[in-house]
């Protein structure tokens, strides 16, 4: 076992680091204070992504993408998590789930979106069923070629610079529990409505909307996967989206703690730096520790997935785990900075607030643990 990274590896976190350096961190500020990423910056940040062959890396390259594996695509987004999420998502990862396509699918919807023209969102949340996805009222009913689609989703995030949706509803019954299909729908398709949703707390600039389906009709072909078989085919792909949570957060919270380092060292109280008190070494030295662990959780979770290997349980194991660092180490750096760290002329404020919702989408802290007991506990059931 070696846990060294290859030169191409090194090559690929330093010219990640670079860019975020260079093109993200210089318009974190006023994202943040607009709330917005204009059209123009968001078009610049792409073109200059895909030149530097960091767009849709995650995608085959026989298809036009970056044929990165797990542990590669792993590396880059932790080095994108440094930078504001509403700026590091231009530089995009189309869903891992549009794999799926098939037929014409594939010149409408995957290959579009593998080449930056089209942008998809997925929504599988509905106020009345979050953790419990299956509790989804949003139904599809079969008409003839058709599919007629009834309900509302929410949080749905990207919605508002989207083109298309990858709509999880449901078709169907299977005993007591719902079966589930998905299906690719334009935003222009009559019966679909999207509007903004309320004001998120973390990651401004990043968007949910709630999306209203009321008798939307779409052909057959808009069936993703087997009919039925969404759930499944969701589930492939859902390891990947925690991983995503996971080494972003690892990059957010390194990020912070180098600013934090910073200020221990510089600050002066009662005549000497601060990171002199234990008080405040210590919060450091877990912080330090805690994104260590986190990282080698989330680079052997994604090591695993490119061998084929990897359990649900490793993924919810580097989400928790991660997401939950995170929220440890922004609230030990938002003590460290004082009151400083309160105020938005300094980033700290921002990284605190963004830390919140790591541990609440894509499957809450709790939804992890459920994931974890369930494997360990299962093979023991009488
Ligand atoms: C900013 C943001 C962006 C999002 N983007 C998207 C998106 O793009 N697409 C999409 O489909 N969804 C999206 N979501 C939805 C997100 O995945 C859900 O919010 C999340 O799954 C939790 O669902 P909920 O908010 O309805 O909470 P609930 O499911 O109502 O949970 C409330 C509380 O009950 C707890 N709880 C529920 N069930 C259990 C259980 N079995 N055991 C123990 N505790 C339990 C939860 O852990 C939580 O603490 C987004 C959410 C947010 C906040």
Redesign the pocket.
Known sequence: MHFDLTSEQQMLVETVRRFVETELYPHEKRVEETDDVPAELAADIQAKAKALGLYAVNMPAELGGGGLGTFDTTLMERELGRASYGLQMVVARPSNILRGCQGSQIDEYLLPTIRGDRHD?????EPDA???VRSMRTFARRDGDDFVINGTKH???HADVADFVILCAATGEQGTKKTISCFLVDFDTPGLTRRRGPK?V?HRGYH?CELIFEDCRVPASSLLGELDKGFELMGQWLGSTRLQVATTSVGRGQRVLEMATQWAATRKQFGQAIGKFQGTGFKLADMKTELEAAELLTLRAAWKDDQGLMTDTDAAMAKLFASEALARVTDNALQIFGGMGLMDELPIERFWRDAR?ER?????S??QR?IISRALLRPLEQ
Request: contains cysteine; proline residues 0%; negative net charge.
């Open positions: 969102c997925l929504a599988m949340t979050g953790s419990d949080f749905i995030s998120c973390s949910q919702v609440i989408w894509d499957g809450t709790e939804i459920h």
